[in-house]
Nanobody, 123 residues
């Protein structure tokens, strides 16, 4: 059974940094992609970034390019999202999920969602 669990959220001041982790279990190969999504109060869930566990190729939403970096550790079955230069508009619950599609940030392609971790950017 596929399972994903997020961690690393918290409260940070504008301009600060956080690193989120997504621990995956139940996968039997590296032919999958892990994506990060976020959902702010009153807004739809949106794609943030994704990474292929097979070859490390990545994709980012325009709103986070240059500020967020996604990476993976295949030995630990873990994906990280390093978030720098955080803004109040980055405040949301951050989720990770998986898909067999490479480079996708399409919500409908993803499944096995984690419970989420809250990120709050505020002074």
């Amino acid at each position: 059974q596929l399972q994903l669990v997020e961690s690393g959220g918290g409260l940070v001041q504008p301009g600060g940094s956080l690193r989120l982790s997504c621990a995956a279990s139940g996968f039997t190969s590296v032919y999958y992609t892990i994506g990060w999504f976020r959902q702010a109060p009153g807004k739809e869930r949106e794609g943030v970034s994704c990474i292929s566990m097979r070859d490390g190729s990545t994709n980012y939403a325009d709103s986070v390019k240059g500020r967020f970096t996604i990476s993976r550790d295949n030995a630990k079955n873990t994906v990280y999202l390093q978030m720098n230069s955080l803004k109040p508009e980055d405040t949301a619950i951050y989720y990770c999920a998986t898909t067999t599609w490479k480079n996708s940030l399409n919500l409908a392609d993803f499944y096995s969602w984690g419970p989420g971790t809250q990120v709050t950017v505020s002074s």
